[in-house]
């Protein structure tokens, strides 16, 4: 992603009962398990956060930012950091014991999903990871939840195809310079090439997105 989400969106100010705590405590172990991922495999290549940005078009102090969990980054950066590293977006979800298990049929129950942060640092966007027991796959499935407000300098644009299957509220899409309503039950499919982005019309708005990339 280059240049593509630029500016934070404002963080919004609530008051979390227990349960959008716990959910808060969740992503914010996730956010710290990403960082560290992305941190040691880079080392482990020997690569240095300025060849890092070089590759992914993103800055040296926003790269260090994720590393050291003060930012989280949303699925299309992490797609393209990924890709600069030669790995897959699975592994940067993936955490001991079982959920390193490479079977040909896998399950993540409802309350196993891997839960990472709203706010500025993923650009408003809520994500879950929904399949982060299966390695080396080809897809990568999510649960989003979109933001009502975007900055308008923020774009997103990574390798790979994606499916968008919206499950509740309604969602504007702007992909290519084109602009589609979505509503509970629409199917969009792009090229994840395509500079894009989405945000809710009114209410929270849910999709289940499907990124298709290469496995490793």
Same mark, same amino acid.
């Given at each position: ?123 408003? /966007?809520?994500?879950?990871? =929904?399949? #982060? $027991? ?5 897809? %990568?499935?999510?649960? @989003? ?43 969009? /499919?792009?090229?994840?090439? =395509?500079? #894009? $982005? ?5 209410? %929270?708005?849910?999709? @289940? ?8």
């Amino acid at each position: 992603m280059v240049k593509r989400a630029r500016k934070k969106g404002a963080v919004p100010v609530l008051v979390p009962n227990i349960r959008s705590m716990s959910q808060i405590e969740r992503a914010h172990e996730v956010g710290q398990m990403i960082g560290g991922r992305i941190r040691d495999q880079r080392k482990a290549r020997r690569i240095t956060l300025e060849n890092l940005a070089k590759k992914t078009g993103f800055t040296r102090g926003y790269l260090s930012k994720i590393e050291n969990s003060r930012k989280v980054p949303p699925i299309g950066s992490l797609a393209r950091i990924a890709q600069a590293l030669d790995l897959e977006i699975g592994l940067f979800f993936q955490t001991n014991g079982f959920d390193q298990a490479d079977e040909r049929v896998s399950l993540v129950r409802a309350n196993e999903r891997k839960h990472v942060s709203r706010g500025g640092s993923t650009f408003g /966007y809520n994500y879950e990871s =929904v399949a #982060h $027991r299966k390695l080396h796959k080809h897809m %990568e499935p999510f649960i @989003f939840t979109y933001p009502a407000n975007l900055s308008r300098d923020v774009w997103f644009e990574h390798e790979g195809e994606e499916i968008v299957f919206v499950l509740s509220g309604r969602v504007e899409f702007e992909a290519g310079g084109d602009r589609f309503i979505l509503e509970p039950g629409d199917t969009l /499919y792009l090229e994840s090439e =395509v500079p #894009h $982005r989405a945000r809710s019309l009114g209410g %929270e708005a849910k999709a @289940f997105v499907v990124i298709f990339g290469h496995a490793h």
